[in-house]
């Protein structure tokens, strides 16, 4: 039996439906801001993507580009401007930052709330101490694309490969807040495949292509690939193809988790917005 494919686009388009909604209700123009340093091609195209999606939404979006060499302070210093404007809901900047630029640094001087990537210590915290706050998009994106497609959390066994602060770490924070039973595994987790195979459901973010092998996957376990690996033409996940022979849904790549996580910074733009207008706390 095949795996059933869970799309991401089916679900993205559901949340822009959401959001066209919620614009109506609220008379105001989310607006983001976008900056990029340097001509990585998969910042280029990524940027790309967000700037795009939120014009079509109805945003003001704006990219700034920088020289690759631009100084830490002068960014530190672009950021406050931004954070002193009335006029700037969100702001993000596309990682990663070139290696003089301290990452934490930029991270912290972002304002909690216009940080739409969810990556400040504040609401990393809000985060894991089960708060309101900005969360991180790819991880909200996994969230919403399961129960979209009416998978239940809670209780489950849920194992996700990867450790990043951008994915591994905030999913598991996710997870737990839907009562899930969380494993965080990596690269240096003994016996991996094993501690895969224990999964209900079982993210991979670790970008390496095609690392799980269908014998890591519990025969009827939901997969979920949030690997992006760009080898030759082509993209790669982090989940071999054979593992639909196993699962018993598979998010595919690309067309999966990839657009919900611009689904997702455009609702987190849009809740920036709205917290800004009624205030929470600081
Ligand atoms: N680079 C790869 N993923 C992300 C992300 O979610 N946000 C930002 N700002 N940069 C990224």
């Given at each position: 039996?095949?795996?059933?494919?869970?799309?991401?686009?089916?679900?993205?388009?559901?949340?822009?439906?959401?959001?066209?909604?919620?614009?109506?209700?609220?008379?105001?123009?989310?607006?983001?801001?976008?900056?990029?340093?340097?001509?990585?091609?998969?910042?280029?195209?990524?940027?790309?993507?967000?700037?795009?999606?939120?014009?079509?939404?109805?945003?003001?979006?704006?990219?700034?580009?920088?020289?690759?060499?631009?100084?830490?302070?002068?960014?530190?210093?672009?950021?406050?401007?931004?954070?002193?404007?009335?006029?700037?809901?969100?702001?993000?900047?596309?990682?990663?930052?070139?290696?003089?630029?301290?990452?934490?640094?930029?991270?912290?001087?972002?304002?909690?709330?216009?940080?739409?990537?969810?990556?400040?210590?504040?609401?990393?915290?809000?985060?894991?101490?089960?708060?309101?706050?900005?969360?991180?998009?790819?991880?909200?994106?996994?969230?919403?694309?399961?129960?979209?497609?009416?998978?239940?959390?809670?209780?489950?066994?849920?194992?996700?490969?990867?450790?990043?602060?951008?994915?591994?770490?905030?999913?598991?924070?996710?997870?737990?807040?839907?009562?899930?039973?969380?494993?965080?595994?990596?690269?240096?987790?003994?016996?991996?495949?094993?501690?895969?195979?224990?999964?209900?459901?079982?993210?991979?973010?670790?970008?390496?292509?095609?690392?799980?092998?269908?014998?890591?996957?519990?025969?009827?376990?939901?997969?979920v690939d949030v690997g992006v690996n760009r080898v030759g033409d082509?993209?790669?996940?982090?989940?071999?193809?054979?593992?639909?022979?196993?699962?018993?849904?598979?998010?595919?790549?690309?067309?999966?988790?990839?657009?919900?996580?611009?689904?997702?910074l455009m609702y987190n733009t849009w809740k920036a917005a709205l917290?800004?207008?009624?205030?929470?706390?600081?």
């Amino acid at each position: 039996m095949a795996a059933r494919l869970l799309s991401g686009h089916e679900v993205a388009e559901a949340v822009y439906e959401e959001l066209r909604t919620r614009l109506k209700e609220h008379p105001f123009v989310p607006s983001l801001r976008v900056i990029r340093l340097g001509e990585d091609p998969a910042s280029v195209s990524y940027v790309r993507l967000k700037d795009k999606r939120a014009r079509a939404l109805g945003y003001r979006s704006q990219v700034e580009v920088y020289p690759e060499d631009l100084p830490e302070e002068a960014l530190l210093r672009r950021i406050q401007e931004l954070n002193a404007d009335p006029g700037v809901d969100g702001i993000l900047v596309q990682l990663p930052l070139p290696r003089h630029i301290r990452t934490e640094r930029v991270l912290e001087a972002i304002d909690p709330l216009k940080d739409v990537d969810g990556f400040h210590p504040l609401n990393v915290g809000r985060l894991w101490s089960g708060g309101e706050g900005l969360f991180p998009c790819t991880p909200l994106g996994v969230v919403r694309l399961l129960k979209h497609y009416g998978v239940e959390l809670k209780g489950k066994e849920v194992v996700i490969v990867g450790r990043s602060n951008i994915v591994g770490k905030p999913l598991a924070a996710l997870f737990l807040r839907e009562d899930a039973t969380v494993t965080l595994a990596h690269s240096r987790t003994q016996n991996l495949p094993e501690v895969a195979r224990r999964a209900e459901i079982l993210v991979v973010a670790v970008g390496r292509p095609h690392l799980v092998q269908k014998e890591w996957v519990r025969p009827g376990a939901i997969v979920v690939d949030v690997g992006v690996n760009r080898v030759g033409d082509r993209l790669l996940g982090d989940v071999h193809p054979e593992v639909a022979e196993v699962a018993s849904a598979l998010t595919p790549v690309p067309g999966g988790v990839g657009p919900m996580t611009v689904a997702m910074l455009m609702y987190n733009t849009w809740k920036a917005a709205l917290l800004r207008r009624h205030g929470v706390p600081a």
